[in-house]
């Protein structure tokens, strides 16, 4: 069990505030299954079309301020964990196919030389982008589609913007068809444009956007069809003729049930400031309340169902230990908790260089707030043994795996007959001795098999069964299952 470790190394990637509308929760299986998507885009004169999927309710129109006429990019605004590639693009000017290249068809990456160019904007900031090399920003996957390789910026809406450009020559009237992969961000196609340069720019003394020509054309995840540039400026939702986006979200972009959801890439761990969350994880439900912490292994698939579910989460990878299994961790005072999440949200907000030391420092006093919070919960339930049988109790909880264990020595640490001593116990617990002492050895083996530490016989003989064949009788009536069959199922 994750909440039960003590010697965890941590190298902590993110702390950060989780604040998410359940209804705009993306169809991250998609992302997951890499679902590809088919964009068309029809640009006449000035006027734009664009559909998706081939859906009737897909259909979006706009109106460029002049008409287009330039060349043609992909754009990715860097790699993201969360997937993304272009799959093929095809181009058609009056009906007659002029460019098509299916990206999995390609051999070697250095292929795309013959046809495209890559150019690369660190800032937005109205200059000409600088010309590299492919290799250099992006890759072939293992299904050979094409993906952006350069890691993520700091302000990831307004930099890194990576452009493939199809050099060979400009467009005006034109259809693109672009499938591709879909993404935790955006993916799409610059067109209209002047080689080197980008639809807009960021001005950077006002830090507002200035349209120039042309537009960028792409499909968000939630399923948003949008264009950015030079606009109609009666169609534009921002200033200078920048953006326009068509409101209906495609059905294709969304999953059945919108609150199925995907962990991030690394191990986490949740502080639920106000929540009434319960997370479903195959056939176990994880309770995310107001106060609790969860842990989520990496890229775990779940379904939470809630009204609210504010939290602090800290994203890291582990140093030390094994495989975990998603679990809650309930406090009865957690104002300790919520200060130390805060200030771990606080550091990695601030860009700090001291942030691994410190982020080490903060992590580890959370840990230890847990470990004497489970104390705590133990000694609260030993102050609740009857006082009769309290002995009996105190030294089962510590020796319940020694194979020697007897009845009739917990009767006599109780000053009881061994009948008094049956009578009493199945009196408080609703069970035999025998039986207590099972559930907790079953209970102490189960946490065994899923560390994946140890073979089953070995796993017997650390839960104080003598007989391997017996062991798995007994495993088997408490859970339903033989060991061989829990380990398979997880």
């Not at 399923?223 to 009666?234: E, K």
Request: glycine share 4%.
């Amino acid at each position: 069990m994750f909440f039960e470790q003590t010697k965890l190394l941590f190298d902590i990637k993110e702390a950060a505030l989780s604040n998410t509308p359940p209804a705009f929760i993306p169809i991250l299986q998609n992302i997951l299954h890499q679902t590809v998507h088919r964009m068309e885009l029809t640009v006449h004169d000035a006027d734009i079309t664009m559909t998706v999927d081939d859906l009737p309710q897909s259909h979006a129109a706009f109106t460029l301020a002049q008409a287009a006429q330039g060349y043609i990019s992909l754009v990715s605004n860097s790699h993201r964990n969360s997937g993304g590639a272009f799959v093929q693009l095809t181009i058609l000017e009056q009906d007659n196919v002029v460019f098509d290249l299916d990206f999995r068809q390609l051999k070697d990456l250095s292929d795309l030389e013959q046809w495209f160019d890559c150019y690369y904007f660190r800032d937005l900031n109205g200059k000409k982008a600088v010309k590299v090399p492919i290799a250099d920003f992006w890759a072939l996957t293992e299904r050979h589609t094409l993906k952006c390789i350069k890691p993520l910026g700091v302000l990831d809406d307004i930099t890194d913007f990576c452009m493939l450009t199809l050099s060979l020559r400009q467009f005006q009237n034109f259809k693109a068809i672009l499938t591709f992969e879909q993404c935790g961000y955006r993916y799409g196609l610059s067109f209209g444009c002047k080689l080197a340069q980008f639809p807009y720019y960021r001005n950077s003394t006002t830090m507002g956007y200035k349209a120039t020509s042309g537009g960028f054309a792409y499909v968000q995840q939630e399923g948003y069809r949008t264009v950015r540039g030079n606009l109609d400026q009666s169609l534009c939702s921002t200033p200078d003729r920048l953006l326009n986006s068509y409101d209906t979200k495609l059905p294709t972009f969304y999953s059945a049930d919108a609150r199925t959801c995907v962990s991030p890439p690394f191990h986490t761990i949740r502080f639920h400031i106000s929540s009434d969350a319960i997370y479903h994880i195959k056939d176990k439900m994880i309770y995310a309340r107001t106060g609790n912490i969860t842990y989520l292994p990496p890229n775990t698939v779940y379904k939470s169902i809630f009204t609210v579910d504010n939290s602090i989460v800290i994203s890291f990878d582990l140093l030390s230990g094994g495989d975990f299994e998603a679990e809650s961790c309930e406090f009865k005072s957690p104002n300790d908790l919520k200060y130390l999440f805060e200030r771990l949200m606080a550091l990695y907000s601030s860009e700090s260089t001291q942030n691994f030391f410190h982020g080490m420092y903060l992590l580890n006093k959370i840990f230890f707030l847990i470990q004497k919070e489970k104390i705590g919960n133990i000694a609260n339930e030993t102050a609740n043994y009857p006082p009769n049988l309290k002995p009996a109790f105190l030294y089962l909880n510590k020796n319940f795996t020694n194979p020697d264990l007897r009845i009739p020595d917990l009767a006599k640490m109780c000053h009881m007959s061994e009948t008094r001593f049956r009578f009493s116990f199945h009196q408080y617990t609703k069970m035999s001795p025998q039986q207590y002492i099972q559930k907790k050895r079953i209970d102490y083996a189960i946490f065994l098999l899923d560390s994946d530490f140890y073979k089953i016989y070995e796993v017997s003989e650390k839960s104080g069964f003598t007989n391997t064949k017996y062991f798995s009788t007994v495993f088997k009536s408490l859970t339903g299952m033989s060991p061989t069959e829990w380990l398979k199922k997880r």
